[in-house]
């Protein structure tokens, strides 16, 4: 028996549905573990330099191995599948990279917590973006989350803001790879 034209738009509009929550779904999935991962490394890094501020070498190598661990992640993810975009990666964290130095060469932090709060700061606005453009509320949500937290530590608790960091921050971004995960 054929279908209505009614009844057509109605399954078209119910996979077009069913396609976008699985996408959705599929980006969660996806960036899942790299919340957690750089929820470790800010864990890491934070703590560390509030144990013994001498070692601030520790937030080159953290990230240096975070940024190492990502693309392992990425790689292990979509192993087997074409992916036509990887080498945006590459260029996007070397676009990042010269922003950051040209934006410190430019204004000459004065503190180890504004240079602290900074990043975190930074990694907030593009979860937002990420959740404005990409559609993905939950990304949105950790961005917005993770920004307040930044905010809070560096003005309410300024003598242990990198212990804050440590915790709030890395806890936030591990939650969120909990709740990127239960989709």
């Known amino acids: 028996m054929p279908l209505s034209p009614n009844e057509a738009a109605d399954a078209l509009r119910d996979i077009s549905q069913t396609e976008r929550r699985s996408a959705k779904a599929y980006g969660y999935h996806m960036m899942s573990p ?22 601030s070498w520790l937030f080159s190598a953290l990230s240096l191995a975070g940024v190492a661990g990502s693309f392992l992640i990425a790689w292990w993810m979509k192993r087997g599948r ?4 990887s080498w945006r990666y590459g260029a996007t964290l070397v676009a990042a990279f ?15 917590k504004q240079v602290g709060a900074f990043f975190p700061l930074l990694v907030a606005l593009l979860y937002v973006l990420m959740g404005i453009w990409g559609n993905a509320f939950r990304m949105g949500v950790t961005g917005v989350v ?6 809070t530590g560096y003005f309410y608790f300024p003598a ?5 960091m440590g ?10 790879g909990l709740w990127m995960r239960s989709v």
């Open 34 to 55: 790299h919340l957690f991962l750089w929820g470790a490394i800010w864990l890491g890094e934070y703590g560390g330099f509030y144990l013994d501020p001498r070692r």
């Open 160 to 164: 242990s803001f990198m212990l804050w």
């Open 167 to 176: 915790l709030a921050g890395g806890g936030a971004l591990m939650l969120g």
């Open 82 to 85: 074409a992916d036509n975009y």
């Open 98 to 112: 010269f922003f950051v130095t040209a934006f410190f060469a430019i204004f000459h932090p004065t503190s180890d």
């Open 146 to 151: 993770l920004g307040v937290i930044t905010l």
